[in-house]
């Protein structure tokens, strides 16, 4: 056995332990760890990459490759991808992984999409040759086709595989037996009930965005087109589902319609305040704070309420939010964008925000989205890589692909 644990407990300092575990993985196995949205997958594989504080786990091989959840800590904010790649030794994967283009090769992590930097951290962990590769939901941010190419290239490396994830199609696709913390779901995704349009609160027409590279006399020239002619309208209590894969647009107009971002022609018209959730909680969410004290930045106040209408339980309302898990921080920085319009209309952006959440969970926050825009009016935004999220809203869907829309 590569690795074997027998009732292994993890502790923070004045909660209840997490486990007990019992995991055993031979050389070359895969092993799917499945579970709810802070049921404790990446603590537990924190806890095996030796990040935990505390605790200690006997008998671990030497090379150990871990993908974290949260993309941008993983990556130093000050080099290239390329840079990034070459200190590793892992150029030779920029093919397998799609990222072998000039602008993926030559820019920041900031500058990616989600699922970008998610297949760059893969890259990362595979050139290490590790014996065992620690994965926490590495496929949260992929289209189906990206993510089918990216499991064959971590089932190829010939490394033991123990991989969270709340797609149970991740684990068919792997063929693998499945360690659970949670039951399994059995309730089909239900989409919401078809909302009734009123006054546009998000009109554009036409909207171009370049990217654009200087060189050493800092002249610029376009390096990059990211939008081309984009036009869409979006009413009051009704959800528009943005749907393309990893890398076609889909933020770069997220940011631009919540003025992140500037654009070089076309027109964006905005009759109303905007909160974006972005792809990554932690950018919108200190971690030195509590969630109670993130959330009365956004409206003045903190109450249970808010927290269980998110599917989170009031014991956390006091919890910094560092100490949660990806999910978690996904369903608090949501509810801090709602709580942000104090019960008015307004636009909220979902950037790939519930892709990282379990069919059950999702469903709970999609319904809470829905009692918000029947009662307030509250138009949504909902940007997916994923068809089977984009089906079971049962929303206006539009098709974005390199950059253009197709549908």
């Known amino acids: 056995m590569l690795l074997e644990l027998r009732d292994l407990e993890i502790r923070y300092p004045g909660r209840p332990p997490l486990g007990p575990y019992s995991i055993s993985l031979a050389a070359g196995q895969t092993l799917g760890l499945a579970g709810e949205s802070g049921a404790g997958k990446s603590t537990l594989l924190r806890a095996l ?11 671990l091989p030497a090379r150990i490759a871990y993908i974290p959840q949260d993309l941008l800590a993983g990556l130093s904010p000050f080099l290239t991808v390329e840079s990034q790649l070459a200190d590793a030794a892992a150029l030779p994967l920029l093919e397998p992984l799609d990222l072998n283009k000039p602008r993926i090769r030559n820019a920041y992590p900031h500058q990616l999409s989600g699922g970008e930097r998610q297949r760059v951290l893969i890259a990362l962990a595979l050139a290490t040759h590790p014996q065992l590769i620690l994965a926490d939901e590495p496929t949260a941010h992929l289209d189906p086709a990206t993510e089918s190419r990216v499991l064959s290239l971590l089932k190829q490396s010939g490394a033991a595989l123990l991989i969270a994830s709340h797609r149970e199609r991740v684990f068919q696709q792997l063929a693998c037996p499945v360690h659970r913390l949670t039951p399994a779901p059995t309730e089909p995704p239900t989409a919401p009930k078809t909302l009734n349009k009123n ?130 921080r996904a369903r608090v920085a949501v509810a801090r964008a709602i709580a942000a319009f104090h019960n008015t209309p307004g636009l909220l952006i979902l950037d790939e925000s519930l892709s990282g959440l379990d069919p059950a969970t999702r469903r ?34 539009l098709t974005i692909e390199s950059g253009r829309i197709v549908q």
Request: net charge negative.
């Open 49 to 59: 990459a030796g990040l935990h504080p505390g605790t200690t786990v006997p008998n």
């Open 199 to 328: 006054t546009p609160v998000l009109t554009i027409q036409n909207l171009t965005k370049q990217y654009f590279q200087r060189d050493w006399l800092l002249r610029q020239t376009p390096a990059h087109t990211a939008l081309h002619n984009i036009s869409l309208t979006l009413h009051t209590s009704e959800t528009l589902v943005l749907l393309g894969p990893s890398g076609a647009g889909k933020s770069t107009l997220a940011h631009c319609i919540a003025g992140r971002e500037t654009y070089q022609q076309g027109q964006l018209n905005l009759t109303t305040q905007t909160q974006l959730v972005p792809q990554e909680p932690s950018e919108s969410l200190n971690p030195r704070l509590t969630i109670a004290a993130c959330l009365r930045e956004a409206c003045g106040q903190a109450e249970p309420a808010q927290l269980e209408q998110m599917a989170l339980p009031a014991s956390l309302l006091n919890r910094p939010t560092r100490e949660l898990s990806e999910g978690q």
């Open 364 to 397: 709970h926050v999609l319904h809470y989205i829905h009692e918000q825009q029947a009662a307030t009016g509250l138009a949504c935004l909902l940007i997916t890589h994923d068809r089977e999220i984009a089906a079971g809203i049962g929303a206006r869907t």
